[in-house]
């Protein structure tokens, strides 16, 4: 049994039925970009890194794919990326990266390219950031999931509710 847990996509249904095994198909290009322009935009407009909160965009990503009636989760994990220096290995609650995953199987990372605005940037020697990714395939990254759902962080519902209700403005323009 590889998960006897509900769904970290909020379904009530269990995993293993539910997201673990992805759907045929694809998230539609112009929902890709609408997502991603919204979670881009929302984090700037709040002066949020998004290179330091990839916990929260992760979140963002997942609720706005809900409301395009697709459905996705939070993945926190270890990720490495070819070419870059910097990595993140899984120490919860100091160490880990988080990432969206939809009901298609596709890794959706909105925050890996600003980790370069992150505030422990300068300690590396490498400037090279990861390149966002929306993508089934992972050829440049390497990510590995140790927490379905991100369950394991503490997690600042109101200030999160800031953020949705920006995205969700965005959204309905």
Same mark, same amino acid.
């Given at each position: 049994?590889?998960?006897?847990?509900l769904?970290p996509?909020?379904s009530k249904?269990?995993?293993?039925?539910?997201?673990y095994?992805p759907?045929?198909?694809?998230?539609?290009?112009?929902?890709?970009k609408r997502?991603?322009?919204?979670?881009i935009?929302t984090?700037?407009?709040?002066?949020?890194?998004r290179?330091?909160?990839?916990?929260?965009v992760?979140? &963002?990503v997942k +609720?706005? =794919? /809900? !409301?395009f009636?697709?459905k996705? @989760?939070?993945?926190a994990?270890?990720?490495k990326w070819?070419?870059?220096?910097t990595f993140y290995d899984?120490?919860?609650p100091?160490?880990f990266?988080?990432?969206?995953v939809?009901?298609?199987?596709?890794?959706?990372d &909105?925050?890996? +390219?600003? =980790? /370069? !605005?992150?505030s422990?940037?300068? @300690?590396?020697?490498?400037n090279?950031v990861?390149?966002?990714?929306?993508?089934?395939?992972?050829?440049d990254?390497?990510?590995?999931?140790?927490d379905?759902g991100?369950?394991?962080?503490?997690f600042?519902e109101?200030?999160?509710?800031?953020?949705?209700s920006?995205?969700?403005?965005?959204?309905?323009?």
């Amino acid at each position: 049994m590889v998960n006897e847990e509900l769904c970290p996509c909020g379904s009530k249904i269990n995993f293993e039925q539910c997201c673990y095994y992805p759907k045929e198909g694809n998230t539609p290009a112009d929902v890709k970009k609408r997502i991603t322009r919204i979670v881009i935009s929302t984090f700037d407009k709040v002066g949020d890194t998004r290179g330091e909160t990839c916990l929260y965009v992760a979140r &963002l990503v997942k +609720d706005l =794919l /809900n !409301e395009f009636g697709i459905k996705g @989760y939070i993945a926190a994990g270890s990720s490495k990326w070819n070419r870059v220096t910097t990595f993140y290995d899984w120490k919860p609650p100091r160490e880990f990266h988080a990432w969206a995953v939809t009901e298609f199987g596709e890794t959706v990372d &909105l925050a890996c +390219d600003a =980790l /370069n !605005e992150r505030s422990d940037w300068h @300690y590396h020697l490498s400037n090279n950031v990861p390149i966002r990714c929306w993508k089934k395939e992972l050829k440049d990254r390497d990510y590995k999931i140790y927490d379905y759902g991100a369950k394991t962080f503490e997690f600042d519902e109101e200030g999160y509710r800031i953020l949705l209700s920006i995205a969700l403005n965005k959204l309905k323009k």
